[in-house]
């Protein structure tokens, strides 16, 4: 018998309070601050065009723009072709005005300092607060609430209390709409927050983490991804109730101690405290295609935006790379990654892109259904950069090292997202 860890929620005897605060449509609800008139319109916010021009990608959709088929990460163009821009409606007879939507150019500094006030609100709210991205955030409230059982001669609000009161704070204060999911667990409170959005309140009390995923699809569990939940309907086991009532033996021979942890997550079982997140190691962005791709312009159109995109995180985070790198997924779900090593630390987004597009011309030919761009080796610390004397030659990769390997795509085929969370 495979041993188990201690367990904490539904079978353990502590009592964490975790709160998982996620804004809803985070960059449009920031365009909405400034131009109110756009609320309850369908709204694209777009990384790497200008008005009048069609290249570039999807940073976030409004729900609005979400029912006319548009995605985060989808080429403008194609956004376009689904909801043109009310101001060419307007111009055009051809074009229902009724029928088109506003795009809004990504402005990160802008973004950051609304995130900014939204988290100067959470730090004062919780003893604990761990920033996953501009826009979410995991806080401890365990010495400052108490689950709906307790709250009799309690002094100290309850859960659902306190998260509402916390909604509305942000909201009043901020301009901008929270989903909260309050659970005894990290898994279950992010599960919770995604349940009702938008503008979602969902609490999980302890003794009630199992019930509460019993029903929901099995990939709704922390780190079941697209690959492993096939793989587990395959063994019959379709939603998270399964998972939790599923031989762990069986899934420990299947999936390693991975397995493990997934069934101990669809049974209430967590054992993560809420810890702040301090420098991250490596800095990407991801994006899958609609439907998998051989032309080699879409390819490289979307690596060009996502190097422009990770190279702009880095800029704004002070960060210098030693390594770039990228991730490209073919049918089914086969992940392969390609790095190369630099001479030294530098900052240079036209060099991101100028060997991300390098290392995917392995990939000329190949389907892809999605890509990634990686830099990696980060340093924060103040001083020159490298040289790049005799780095002119980087795009041809002749004397680089490029690190290679290949894995089928399960719940590691996303890298650590370290800001913004939207363009994941």
């Known amino acids: ?153 309690e002094d100290r609000p309850t859960v659902r209390a306190f998260a509402r009161d916390l909604k509305a704070t942000v909201e009043q204060a901020v301009g901008v709409v929270a989903s909260v999911g309050v659970a005894p667990t990290m898994s279950a409170a992010k599960v919770a927050s995604d349940a009702d959005k938008p503008d979602g309140l969902v609490v999980v009390e302890p003794g009630e983490v199992r019930t509460f995923f019993a029903d929901l699809p099995v990939e709704a569990v922390h780190n079941v991804g697209p690959v492993t939940a096939r793989e587990l309907r395959a063994m019959d086991v379709e939603t998270a109730g399964d998972l939790a009532a599923a031989d762990p033996e069986i899934l420990a021979d299947r999936f390693g101690e991975r397995g493990l942890t997934i069934r101990r997550f669809a049974r209430g079982e967590d054992p993560r405290e809420v810890e702040p997140v301090g420098d991250p190691k490596s800095l990407s962005r991801e994006s899958a295609f609609t439907e998998a791709t051989t032309d080699t312009a879409t390819k490289r159109d979307r690596v060009r935006n996502l190097a422009a995109d990770v190279a702009e995180r880095a800029r704004r985070k002070g960060a210098l790379y030693r390594t770039i790198g990228i991730k490209v997924v073919t049918p089914p779900f086969d992940v392969h990654t390609r790095a190369r090593s630099l001479p030294g630390p530098v900052e240079d987004g036209d060099l991101v892109a100028e060997t991300a597009l390098d290392l995917l011309e392995e990939f000329e030919d190949a389907e892809v259904r999605k890509l990634g761009v990686r830099v990696s080796n980060l340093s924060f610390t103040e001083g020159d950069q490298a040289s790049l004397s005799g780095f002119d030659g980087a795009s041809s990769g002749s004397d680089r090292p490029v690190e290679r390997s290949g894995e089928r795509a399960d719940d590691r085929d996303g890298w650590i997202q370290t800001t913004l969370g939207e363009f994941t």
């Open 1 to 153: 018998m495979t041993p188990e860890f201690e367990t904490f929620g539904d079978s353990g005897t502590r009592r964490q309070v975790v709160c998982h605060v996620d804004i809803d449509c985070f960059y449009a609800a920031c365009e909405r601050l400034r131009e109110p008139a756009l609320r309850g319109e369908p709204l694209v916010v777009g990384m790497g065009y200008e008005p009048g021009e069609t290249h570039g990608a999807v940073a976030t959709a409004s729900y609005e723009a979400r029912e006319y088929g548009v995605e985060s990460a989808m080429g403008i163009e194609e956004a376009l072709d689904r909801l043109p821009r009310k101001v060419d409606a307007a111009a055009d007879p051809d074009f229902d005005v009724d029928e088109a939507g506003y795009y809004r150019p990504v402005d990160l500094e802008y973004y950051e300092s609304v995130g900014r006030e939204v988290k100067e609100i959470l730090h004062d709210r919780a003893d604990v607060v761990r920033e996953v991205s501009v826009d979410e955030a995991y806080l401890d409230v365990t010495d400052r609430v108490c689950w709906s059982g307790e709250s009799e001669g």
